[in-house]
């Protein structure tokens, strides 16, 4: 496990596109946002939390397709399941290198954004931290798109629109505890639905993408 | 005699050719009488008018759009366990249908809203849940479409089923949670005191049966449909190698 | 130990390519697939390395005994040939890549980023793979492809000397590696009949 996960990284720095990809991706985003609405700081202010939320998915959703693809084309996924490792650890560890690679940078690139967009200052704090919670769980969900798309030609397209709906939750939870945070109000009940949403993807969908890729590989 | 014997293509076959008139006839007999029934025979309310009447539409439909999905998961979830083909596409023969009803309950519930709330759409819970069940449906039916080998399609649609389904529970929660809404309460229910005038419910509920009915029978001629396109499609193979 | 694969039918794309194949492996053994395109010699390998179900029959031995390598080498081109061949011997966990390397004869290419190497170079990459997972069933698909003749007798070395450790190999191939141990299977008598569909029925479009 922990060889694959170094490989992954290891693969992710060398191709240069896994860091900086996503997170030029959410740059560019949030900074349309102020061209789109006008720089009116108040309204930014009030926004900015739905919308780096949003970026953030969106700038995951981006890199998704690469988590199984290329160990696809090249045979690694068919030599990995037949390795001694079982694929429910092999999806789970390709998530959270996945995660590592894309929602960590993302979680610590929003507080700079954040700045850009005039979120008020209780809102960091929040900010940071649903992320950094939330993340995981959309980089879970990704891998189970990724696995059910894994051997169709042109799977991206079809990919965001199987994952996108099945992010909902995780966006309308992790935006409200930051917007409850800006606005003073308690956090725990949308910050708990966020746990709980990125512990029960940790916990279930590493054998659903698993099953998935078994499948695909007949 | 077990259910699963209709889990043989051929059986299912015979006994749906059976079925399939009396069940369509039986839907179009129940939807014109419920329809006409809540139409033209029943008073108009004394705040929303004439356009109360729509319900007649709207409610079957909403019904029918979630109970698709469930039929699905059920469906899928048969496949998954005891591999009877007929099961899994019969899924994928409602899945359609499923998002005609979504669509449909989402149109009459814009055209009913216009003048009820003075807006075709609001993000209410209810309203914003049959667009998250839209967009599952969606995904389903293009998750089919896009793969080739069609056990390899089964088994990945049912998994996306499972998933969507906890994911959509998940969903109705957050939306709940996220607004709270302007739709009215339940039109139909047997325990609580706010629901519509016995002189809306009954055609009401002959409007189900027979949008019920209708499910059932569509469902049937797709999935005689799909299993033909299957043989077709296993003949062609045979010929290709002979 | 040893591998038996009794009256086995396989399936491609949904139908059945192959009806009824029964063989046996021991240790020391060499078996050689033979027959045209498509007969099923990759989805016969596929089936017993336990990447697909078969239609029936059984297969006895257990999948940890097994290593397999297709038509593709799972090679990431950005890491280097000792960082590709340590990350299979990680997840296999076996240690030592150097055998392996010498074997295949990569110890001068070891440092070399793997998108540098040319394709017959990828291929002996490919085998050494097969070196570090310390398996004792080799099911291979085809290994000599985009081989020179020096890295065939490369690679029928390192067979022999697989053989003779007491492991054993089922592989697909045109080519006569000169290995004497090795037995050939002609696959054309297990071809599956194409029986026409009986009329009226619906069943036979789900075999």
């Not at chain 2, 309950?105 to 667009?131: K, N």
Request: include cysteine; proline fraction near 6%; charged fraction near 15%.
């Amino acid at each position: 496990m922990t060889a694959l996960l170094l490989r992954d990284l290891t693969l992710a720095l060398r191709a240069g596109g896994g860091f900086g990809l996503s997170l030029a991706f959410f740059l560019i985003v949030t900074i349309l946002v102020p061209f789109g609405v006008g720089p009116e700081g108040g309204t930014l202010g009030r926004i900015a939390p739905g919308i780096l939320w949003v970026g953030a998915l969106l700038a995951c959703l981006l890199s998704l397709d690469r988590i199984f693809a290329l160990d696809h084309e090249d045979g690694t996924l068919d030599l990995l399941a037949t390795a001694p490792i079982p694929l429910e650890t092999v999806t789970a560890t390709k998530a959270l290198a996945h995660w590592l690679t894309t929602g960590l940078p993302l979680t610590l690139a929003a507080p700079v954004l954040g700045v850009l967009l005039n979120l008020p200052v209780p809102g960091f704090f929040w900010l940071t931290l649903s992320l950094a919670l939330g993340t995981p769980a959309l980089s879970m969900i990704g891998a189970f798109g990724a696995a059910l798309t894994v051997g169709l030609k042109r799977g991206g397209l079809l990919l965001s629109l199987l994952v996108l709906p099945l992010y909902i939750p995780t966006l309308i939870f992790g935006a409200d505890c930051v917007r409850r945070g800006v606005e003073g109000l308690p956090t725990a009940t949308p910050f708990l639905m966020l746990v709980g949403i990125t512990l029960g993807s940790i916990a279930i969908l590493p054998f659903a993408a698993a099953a998935a890729i078994r499948v695909n590989l007949r | 005699m077990s259910i699963w014997e209709y889990a043989n293509p051929k059986k299912f076959m015979q006994t749906s050719a059976w079925a399939l008139p009396w069940v369509t006839g039986l839907a179009v007999v129940t939807l014109v009488a419920g329809l006409i029934w809540g139409f033209f025979f029943t008073p108009d309310d004394f705040r929303m008018g004439s356009t109360v009447k729509i319900i007649y539409i709207h409610v079957p439909a909403a019904i029918m759009a979630t109970g698709t999905w469930f039929m699905m998961l059920a469906a899928s979830l048969v496949w998954l366990i005891r591999r009877h083909h007929v099961s899994v596409l019969a899924a994928k023969a409602a899945a359609p249908i499923g998002t005609t009803m979504t669509l449909i309950g989402l149109f009459t519930g814009a055209i009913w809203g216009q003048p009820m709330w003075g807006t075709w759409w609001a993000w209410d819970p209810r309203l914003t849940a049959f667009l998250i069940l839209f967009l599952f449906y969606l995904g389903y039916i293009a998750l089919w479409e896009a793969i080739e080998d069609p056990d390899t399609a089964a088994d990945l649609t049912s998994v996306l089923c499972l998933v969507g389904s906890v994911f959509a529970v998940i969903s109705r929660y957050a939306v709940l949670f996220w607004n709270q809404g302007l739709h009215q309460g339940s039109s139909l229910s047997l325990d609580q005191e706010e629901h519509v005038a016995d002189v809306y419910a009954w055609p009401l509920w002959v409007s189900i049966i027979g949008f019920g009915l209708l499910f059932v029978s569509l469902v049937l001629i797709r999935t005689r449909t799909e299993i033909r396109k299957r043989r077709l499609r296993a003949l062609e193979a045979r010929e290709r190698m002979a | 130990m040893e591998l038996t694969v009794t009256d086995l039918s396989i399936a491609r794309g949904g139908l059945p390519v192959l009806t009824g194949v029964s063989l046996r492996l021991g240790p020391g053994r060499a078996l050689v697939l033979r027959g045209p395109n498509g007969i099923g010699k990759t989805t016969l390998l596929r089936t017993i390395a336990g990447l697909q179900p078969p239609l029936s029959g059984s297969i006895g031995l257990p999948p940890e005994d097994i290593a397999y390598a297709g038509h593709a080498d799972g090679i990431k081109p950005t890491l280097s040939v000792t960082e590709n061949l340590r990350f299979w011997a990680r997840i296999f966990g076996t240690g030592d890549i150097a055998p392996a390397l010498g074997a295949m004869d990569l110890v001068a290419l070891a440092e070399r980023p793997a998108q540098s190497l040319s394709a017959g170079q990828k291929r002996r990459l490919g085998l050494a793979r097969l070196l570090v997972t310390g398996r004792r069933f080799w099911l291979l698909d085809e290994p000599t492809v985009s081989l020179d003749v020096a890295s065939v007798a490369l690679f029928a070395g390192a067979v022999r000397a697989h053989l003779a450790q007491g492991g054993a190999a089922l592989m697909a191939t045109h080519i006569d590696l000169g290995i004497a141990e090795a037995e050939v299977l002609d696959l054309t008598a297990f071809r599956a009949a194409s029986a026409a569909p009986a009329p009226g029925g619906f069943d036979e479009a789900f075999a």
